[in-house]
């Protein structure tokens, strides 16, 4: 390099310099994604006034008018309906939840054992926690508590045996009922569907057409009409004298549903991992099975990660079709408690439908949150 040319480079490094004011801080953000176009410019306006209107409605109703503690129906009723509210009183009737809560969460189960469920609760938590967070060290022994151990302690400990009362499954009800259906279909769809997705894509005719038939017949009916047949039909082909739990009927309906369900989701992973990685597993001399475990199947589950959340999302929503078998989830002994006379008023429903669409929200936004986090959290160069 010439000395002429030498005078025209630099020899440090300059400091980074801040971003202009217009371009940070929430002027620029409300600019850029509310006010860029005149057709953003309306609809925000138009959203910002729906919200001023509705909002103050919806507090007023939720907390401000509510009726938080009472015994009866009389804290949420007006003085016409026999009730000591004042005469156009409109709010929600907390006291009806909160005095129906254990129920709605439990069900009937018997009084004096409702610690068993309490306690798995916190078994539960104490095993999937780990689980759920990546720095959390001997993953492998989580994998077998939470999902061996765990199933089979919460088993006894709910049902009964070794020395506990027996409680039917009769009486279980609540949200109970909702997780104990969604964390066992969890367990078998996410296996079982990744088989019967690896069956599909299969050289051997006879093994691909069962999962292909199987996948389709599934598929194609819904999960109400398979939870009628578990219910109504396999009782019909049990030799004489025999029978199968209710709850039992319902948790392999929803998992042979959901594993329909899956298979297709990681189906769609399997084919989006590209050919070079089965090409480069076959140049190492791995077998079928490790070419899966180790190469394929890790790549296939990371690209697939907001189609299996969203299968589970709606799994866990669907459980509420069980009350249609005559099984008390959540939604179902909430609507069974608005027929309690002590408790009937015009706004005992609506205030109980609320919650429990509080509740499968709740639970839902969080396996959604968690979905983005553990994207962010394996994202090594497939996110554009």
């Given at each position: ?5 030498q005078?025209f480079?630099?020899?440090t ?5 801040p971003?202009p004011?217009g ?7 409300i600019r850029k994604?509310?006010m860029?176009?005149p057709k953003d410019?309306v609809?925000t ?18 907390f401000?008018?509510a009726a ?11 003085t016409?309906?026999g009730?000591?509210?004042?005469d ?16 709605f ?9 409702r610690?068993?469920?309490?306690l798995?609760a ?8 780990p ?9 492998g ?6 999902f061996?151990v765990?199933?089979?302690?919460s088993f ?5 045996g070794?020395?506990l ?6 009486k279980?009800?609540g ?13 078998v ?6 088989l ?5 894509r299969?050289?051997?005719?006879v093994i691909?057409?069962l ?15 398979v ?8 009782p019909?082909f049990?030799?004489?004298?025999w029978?199968?739990?209710?709850l ?5 309906g929803?998992?042979?549903?959901t ?5 297709e989701?990681?189906r769609?992973?399997l084919?989006?991992v590209?050919k ?7 140049s190492l ?26 299968t589970f999302i ?7 079709l069980?009350s249609?078998i005559s099984m008390?989830d959540l ?7 608005f027929?309690?006379a002590?408790?009937?008023?015009p706004?005992t429903?609506?205030t109980?439908l ?5 509740l499968?929200w709740?639970?839902?936004?969080g396996?959604?949150?968690?979905s983005g ?9 497939h996110?554009?």
């Open positions: 390099m010439s000395n002429a040319s005078n480079v630099s020899k490094i300059l400091p980074p310099q971003a004011a371009e940070k801080g929430a002027a620029h953000w994604n509310l860029a176009t410019v609809l306006i138009l959203a910002i006034a729906l919200l001023a209107w509705a909002i103050p409605h919806i507090v007023n109703w939720l401000i008018q938080w503690t009472g015994t009866g129906r009389t804290v949420c009723a007006t016409v309906q009730g000591t509210q004042p156009g009183w409109s709010g929600a009737c907390w006291a009806f939840v909160y005095s129906k809560f254990t129920i969460m439990v069900g009937l189960y018997t009084p004096e054992e610690w068993r469920p309490a798995v916190v078994l539960a938590i104490l095993t999937i926690a689980m759920m967070i990546p720095s959390f060290p001997r993953k022994l989580n994998a077998i508590l939470a061996i765990l199933p089979i302690v006894f400990l709910l049902y009964g070794f020395g009362e027996v409680v039917e499954t009769q279980w009800g949200l109970m009922v909702n997780l104990v259906l969604c964390f066992v279909a969890i367990v769809s996410f296996p079982l569907g990744i019967l997705a690896l069956g599909r299969s050289k051997m005719p691909r057409m999962c292909v038939l199987f996948i389709e017949v599934i598929r194609g009916i819904p999960l109400i009409t939870l009628f047949m578990a219910s109504v039909m396999l019909l049990l030799p004489h004298g029978t199968v739990d209710k039992l009927r319902a948790v392999i929803v998992s042979i549903f594993s329909a369900y899956m298979a989701v990681f769609g992973g084919q989006a590209p070079g990685q089965f090409e480069g597993a076959d001399g791995l077998g079928y099975w490790q070419k899966m475990r180790l190469i394929v199947l890790p790549q296939a589950i990371k690209l697939v990660i907001p189609g299996i959340v969203n709606g799994m866990f929503k669907d459980t509420s069980v249609i008390f939604l179902g002994i909430v609507r069974q408690n027929s309690d002590n408790w009937a008023s706004v429903p609506i109980g609320v919650f429990a669409g509080f499968f709740l639970f839902c936004f396996m959604s949150r968690y986090f553990m994207e962010r959290h394996l994202d090594t160069g996110k554009r």
